[in-house]
């Protein structure tokens, strides 16, 4: 029956292989289960760790059942790494927005998204991007990650004088957090699957043995997801409330795109002509991942790029993503050792996160100004303002600009113009 529905034998694949592949990718990304309620339930946002380590799990397994069972791809989802960050550091402490107003926010994102994803519009908005500004988008990500996780362990600390300065090096935090980034890089290096997750556990092991972190709570307890359908949409008529949503949409968007076209070379299905085969049913399966994840208490759920390592093991059909689902929902019965583990024991995998985010820098094309200097403005912006929001305008108005007086009016096109006007907007009304 299993071999009929995903059709093993035109992908030359079997069950083991494809059981083994989801148990990989599983693997490669189970960091997120712990690091994503670390990061939502941040003191001062209003959301419990336990809440929303639930809605990870249901905004995972809905998300990746859809995937594989629907798009019949070998592809997993789940909240994704910045715009989470931007959801908690950038909407509710920077906006001032509570959390309920924020993930209403990311379910009209998801709305948004659905339409794109069913209409011609997804082509030609893919297209229209400039690759400079997507690659500084992603490296911006990546360099707002790491301030966080800096932070977090207490490498980085507030200064009066020069805004940051350096923490205690010689804390256990410090010291430990450190420890969990050499682990990830050398496992990582090793080809070992899971390097992240087996970081954060040791790590937090060590913590949990010497007395400096204590471990509570009985395994089998599952939290009660208090957070799930309390969206509250009163500020939608807002410009801030629009502005927010358009960044949620837009690094999710771009994020799925590229995630999705990167798996599509590694399986095989893009054809003679470039096409990819099945995107449609893919991106429209990620974009109702958003708006189930919204619904039950998370930010945006979106495609995973490590899903690429279940990929490497063979894995080619939906039943790898539907493995990976089965062990997320298995992880819901492991929520009070998760609720355990110590900020500084997750703190090195955002920096660690980070070093994948930045890699994007090496694609752009250093010999064009008009091309590198508003891409590194995004990206330098986004860490420093605290916002992917104000990275993503800012980095649109200096592309426009600098296009346009430069004479390199050939390269704009209405994607990039409707944008930078937008962002004009938003800073004119907000």
């Not at 935090?173 to 890089?185: D, Q, R, S, T």
């Not at 930045?358 to 605290?386: C, Q």
Request: proline letters at 3%; a neutral charge; hydrophobic letters at 55%.
């Amino acid at each position: 029956m299993l071999d009929k529905y995903f059709d093993y034998k035109k992908h030359k694949t079997d069950f083991k292989t494809e059981v083994i592949a989801g148990t990989t990718t599983f693997l490669t990304m189970a960091y997120i289960t712990v690091v994503n309620p670390a990061i939502l339930s941040t003191e001062g946002t209003g959301m419990e760790f336990g809440a929303v380590f639930t809605a990870t799990i249901i905004a995972a397994v809905v998300g990746t059942l859809i995937m594989g069972l629907w798009a019949k791809w070998p592809v997993a989802l789940a909240p994704g790494m910045g715009l989470n960050a931007f959801f908690a550091f950038g909407v509710v402490f920077g906006m001032g927005y509570t959390y309920q107003q924020a993930l209403a926010a990311v379910f009209i994102a998801g709305l948004v998204f659905i339409v794109l994803s069913v209409t011609p519009a997804r082509k030609y908005i893919i297209n229209s991007i400039p690759k400079s500004m997507k690659l500084g988008v992603g490296a911006g990500i990546g360099l707002f990650l790491a301030i966080i996780g800096l932070k977090n362990a207490g490498v980085v600390v507030d200064n009066p004088a020069t805004l940051v300065g350096l923490g205690d090096i010689s804390s256990w935090p410090v010291l430990l957090a450190g420890l969990g980034f050499a682990i990830m890089a050398i496992a990582d290096k090793r080809g070992i699957p899971g390097a992240i997750i087996i970081g954060i556990l040791a790590t937090s092991i060590i913590a949990w043995i010497f007395g400096i972190s204590e471990i509570g709570g009985v395994v089998g307890s599952i939290p009660n997801p208090s957070h799930a359908f309390s969206m509250d949409f009163s500020l939608i008529a807002t410009a801030g409330f629009i502005g927010t949503a358009f960044a949620f949409l837009f690094v999710d968007f771009f994020d799925t795109a590229g995630t999705l076209t990167s798996v599509a070379n590694l399986t095989g299905k893009v054809d003679k002509k470039g096409e990819v085969e099945g995107i449609d049913r893919a991106l429209l399966a990620d974009s109702v991942a958003t708006s189930v994840g919204a619904l039950a208490g998370t930010s945006n759920t979106t495609s995973y790029i490590e899903s690429g390592a279940g990929i490497k093991e063979g894995g080619k059909t939906g039943l790898t993503a539907v493995t990976v689902a089965a062990l997320f929902a298995l992880c819901l019965f492991f929520a009070p050792l998760a609720q355990s583990i110590p900020a500084f024991a997750t703190a090195p995998a955002l920096v660690f996160i980070a070093t994948y985010f930045l890699r994007n820098l090496k694609d752009i094309e250093w010999e064009d100004v008009s091309e590198y200097a508003p891409a590194v403005l995004a990206a330098i912006i986004m860490p420093l303002t605290f916002s992917i929001a104000y990275g993503i305008a800012l980095g649109f108005i200096a592309y426009v600009i600098i296009k346009a007086v430069s004479g390199k009016h050939a390269d704009l096109n209405g994607g990039s113009l409707a944008i930078a006007a937008v962002s004009v907007l938003y800073f004119a009304v907000a």
